[in-house]
């Protein structure tokens, strides 16, 4: 590697480095000092934050991967307020959690933390443990995840690097490395853990994520002028700051043409569950093929269901982003006689899609289509 190392508060640093940061007391100690005197002014005010206890700190920072903070809120304290407790959760029906998480996307991620809550009831008499090593072996809980909770809600002295650590790490030290690469995020996990002060780790880690999120932003935009650290910085020095942080550009999604098939009966809608397993798993969606299809192709398809349609209307074309794939969506609204659901389907009201049934938020273009016309929460999954 070639990140740049301190060797002394004021001198340029050493290009050559291939090891971890040498210790320089005078910049540590400016560099933890101006950061936490910023956030100590300017932190936001979160209810985990707040009251962190650690089962609280562990589910904000579980649905804050992928998402933003404002999103976040209102989820949090819907599901702290159905599970106040780790044994709730444990002891809740997959419906209740996924019901409450719909719209945050990433389903994956409460599954996870229902299964390390049983483990927690079973093992760790209903408690997350602060050792950084024993969160780490919880479902769900990777290096960052466990040093944010180890951090915040024990005070240890452990790092929690996410991407608004890797960029402002990045410019300060102008590293033009590729922060994806592992041995990359390990060294400026070894730059975080040398400035860490002992009595606040937790407010340390955090400021660093405030300072990402609201002053060191992505690409071209960062707020300089407002950044505590803004004298240390080589990036700013250097006017690189639009260059850095490198990363390898993710990958092209991979595209996909679907026909969604909104098929009511009166004031229900048809409704099948996805698979056990794979993308979205055993979620509810309306009815969905892959590629574009035809008035013509829908009617095949619902002689085939044994449904008889009284009219079939072409509706708006919509778009959903996974990570690794894009949806492209054509929409048909379907009327259909009243009748027994086909094997494998539903047929569900206002009131079980409102309180029971998870939609995923890939087909919000279509929720206004079902039975009173639906709210949904917009973000990608």
């Known amino acids: 590697m070639t990140v740049k190392k301190y060797n002394t508060f ?62 976040v809120l209102p989820y949090f304290e819907r599901f702290i307020e159905a599970f106040p407790e780790i044994k709730d959760l444990a002891c809740a029906e997959e419906s209740q959690i996924l019901k409450l998480w719909e719209g945050l996307g990433y389903y994956n991620r409460v599954r996870n933390m229902k299964r ?50 890797l960029r402002v790490f990045s410019r300060v030290t102008g590293s033009y490395e590729d922060i994806a690469k592992p041995e990359v995020k390990k060294e400026f996990q070894n730059l ?64 996909e043409m679907r026909s969604i098939l909104i098929i009511r009966a009166k004031d229900q809608v048809l409704l099948k569950q996805r698979p056990e397993k794979g993308l979205l798993a055993r979620l509810w969606e309306p009815l969905n093929i892959e590629g574009f299809t035809s008035e013509e192709g829908v009617l095949e398809i619902l002689e085939e269901l044994g449904l008889e349609s009284l009219s079939i209307r072409r509706i708006e074309k919509a778009k959903h982003l996974f990570t690794h794939i894009e949806w492209q969506l054509q929409g048909y609204l379907i009327e259909i006689m009243e009748t027994k659901p086909p094997e494998g389907f539903i047929f569900a009201g206002h009131e079980a899609i409102k309180n029971k049934i998870a939609l995923p938020s890939a087909f919000k273009a279509y929720i206004k289509y079902l039975p009173k016309g639906l709210s949904y929460v917009s973000r990608t999954d």
């Open 116 to 165: 390390a809550a049983k483990i927690l009831i079973d093992q760790f008499d209903g408690k997350l443990p602060e050792d950084y090593e024993l969160l780490l072996k919880l479902p769900g809980i990777g290096a960052y995840t466990a040093g944010a909770i180890a951090s915040i809600a024990f005070n240890k002295r452990e790092a929690a690097i996410d991407g608004n650590v």
């Open 192 to 255: 975080a853990l040398k400035l860490q002060p002992i009595n606040r780790p937790g407010d340390f880690n955090q400021a660093l994520m405030e300072l990402g999120a609201k002053i060191c932003l992505p690409k071209a935009a960062p707020l300089c002028a407002l950044c505590p650290l803004v004298n240390l910085c080589e990036a700013f020095s250097d006017k690189t700051t639009g260059e850095i942080p490198v990363k390898t550009p993710k990958k092209k999604r991979k595209m």
């Open 10 to 71: 004021d001198n340029k640093p050493d290009q050559n480095n291939h090891e971890e940061f040498e210790s320089n007391q005078d910049y540590d100690s400016k560099f933890s000092k101006s950061l936490l005197l910023w956030y100590d002014q300017n932190a936001r005010i979160l209810p985990w934050r707040e009251n962190p206890q650690p089962y609280r700190v562990w589910v904000s920072e579980i649905m804050l991967q992928q998402t933003q903070v404002l999103t």
